[in-house]
Structure formats: C-alpha cells, structure tokens
C-alpha cells in the first residue's frame, strides 16, 4: 500500500479548496505516514496571477505550527513547495530566495509555463500542432533539470495534456523518445525523484507520466518514485494510490521515495 502523499494544495494556494488543517485530518484518516503539503510558489509573470499562494510567510508559519502539533506516533507532515519553474531568471532568482528563507522540507520542481502560457489553459496551443505544443512542454521541462534552486522531486510529466484540445489528448514515450530520454537520464543522474501524479484528469491516463514512461525509466535504471495526487481537496487525497501501486509494481517497482530535509528515506509498498 502506498502511505504517502507529498503533492497536495490546500487553500493557501489560489486554487486549493480545503483548509491545511483539514487536509492534515484527512491524511490521518487514510492511513498516511507521511502527508507532503506542496503550495504552488510560481513567481514568474504568467503563473504567478493565476495559481500561486497568497501569503507564502502565512504559509510556512502556520504549516510549521500544524507539522508540529500533527506529527508523531507514525505520522509525519512535511512542510513543502511546488516551485513553478520560469525562464525569466528573476523568478526563479525569487524562488531561490523562498527556499533560503523558509527551508521547505521538500521541493517539487514543476512546468506550468511555456511560451509564456500556462499550458493547462487553452491560450497555450493556440495556432498550435500537438506535436509542436508538447515538444515545446518537454523541452522546458528538460531545461527545469537545471534549475538554479533546490529541488527534490520532478512533478507531474505530461501536465500539458491534461487539458489539451486535440482529439487524442495522450503523450507517450514513442512519440519522443530521444527527448524523454535526454529528461529521464538526467533525472537518474543528477538523482532526483520522478513523481507519479494520480491527477491524469483529461490526459487519457490514470496518472502522469503514462505508464511506458515509468517503464523507460525503469529501464534506464531509476528507482526513485514518489507519489502525489495533486489534490486540492480532502476528497482526493491519496487518490488511485491502489491503481499507481498496481502499475508501478508490474514495471517493477518496489519503493516509494519520500524526500525529508534533503535526505530520501524509502518504504516498501
């Protein structure tokens, strides 16, 4: 059984729907050993209106007070971030200074951004092949392998499809493999976490990324999982654990990673 969950909103992001403390609670309920709190922190220009949190010292003050009231007796809140990576370096120069101020146990490192639009929204594949706008995604998100902050874990691959207007929405390995492949080996070099995101929504997926990318990386020798289900509310918390178990174990999977103050401690599932 997977037993922990370390991509979550509550409503210190925009977006969130359920107080932290709610979420903590539930997080219980189910089971969780470890529950991962992760607001957006998106500064450039474009995300940085739509997704990211309010109050980021409200934030860290209040989620380190509930991590240390909640946590004990087999149960632990991670305090946590979902940098938005940008290509304008002021932003990511901010996100830089919110990791030294605020020391978050763990960073998720995502791409919402590209050509200056969230690719979750229709502005992005304007004018756009699919071919052409998921590239594009890809290539930003091999370039985030390098961003100049901390990170911990590799969020969410194929975020671009979630939302895209094309017939067939999936992105699969074989539709780029030199590129994922360029992505998945750095990601096993540089010894990072790849994320299995249980919120597929319209990607054609129960999860992202699609289940031959799991297999390619497996194959390429990563073992470092983790999972997330991007809820941004109580009812989704630890969403299709059992299905994202399931698969990572017919890959060939055995532990999930969870980052902890830049160590990974490991458990079996």
Same mark, same amino acid.
């Given at each position: 059984m997977i037993t922990s969950d370390i991509h979550t909103h509550s409503t210190f992001s925009n977006d969130g729907r359920s107080p932290l403390a709610d979420m903590i609670g539930q997080a219980k309920r189910l089971g969780l050993r470890y529950y991962g709190v992760s607001e957006h922190l998106d500064t450039?220009?474009?995300? &940085?209106?739509?997704?990211?949190?309010?109050?980021?010292? %409200?934030?860290? %003050? %209040? %989620?380190r007070q509930l991590q240390r009231r909640e946590s004990g007796e087999g149960f632990t809140v991670l305090v946590g971030g979902e940098f938005g990576y940008s290509t304008e370096p002021q932003a990511n120069a901010e996100l830089a200074a919110i990791f030294e101020t605020y020391s978050p146990d763990f960073v998720v490192n995502s791409v919402h951004v590209v050509d200056g639009y969230d690719c979750y929204f229709p502005g992005y594949f304007a004018g756009k092949e699919k071919k052409a706008a998921y590239r594009a995604y890809l290539e930003r998100v091999r370039e985030s392998l390098e961003a100049p902050y901390p990170y911990d874990v590799v969020g969410h691959i194929g975020y671009v499809s979630r939302n895209a207007p094309y017939p067939d929405r999936t992105l699969r390995y074989e539709d780029f493999p030199d590129l994922y492949d360029e992505i998945l080996k750095r990601i096993v070099e540089k010894g990072k976490i790849l994320e299995v995101n249980s919120a597929g929504k &319209?990607? &054609?997926?129960?999860?992202? !990324?699609? !289940?031959?990318v799991l297999a390619r990386y497996f194959s390429l020798g990563g073992r470092l999982i983790s999972f997330g289900s991007d809820a941004h509310n109580t009812a989704r918390l630890a969403e299709k654990r059992e299905i994202v178990a399931a698969a990572l174990k017919e890959i060939g999977f055995t532990q999930i990673a969870v980052p902890v103050c830049g160590k990974i401690e490991r458990y079996e599932f």
């Open positions: 450039d220009s474009v995300s &940085g209106k739509i997704f990211t949190m309010t109050d980021v010292p %409200a934030y860290f %003050a %209040a %989620a &319209g990607s &054609g997926w129960e999860f992202l !990324p699609s !289940p031959d």
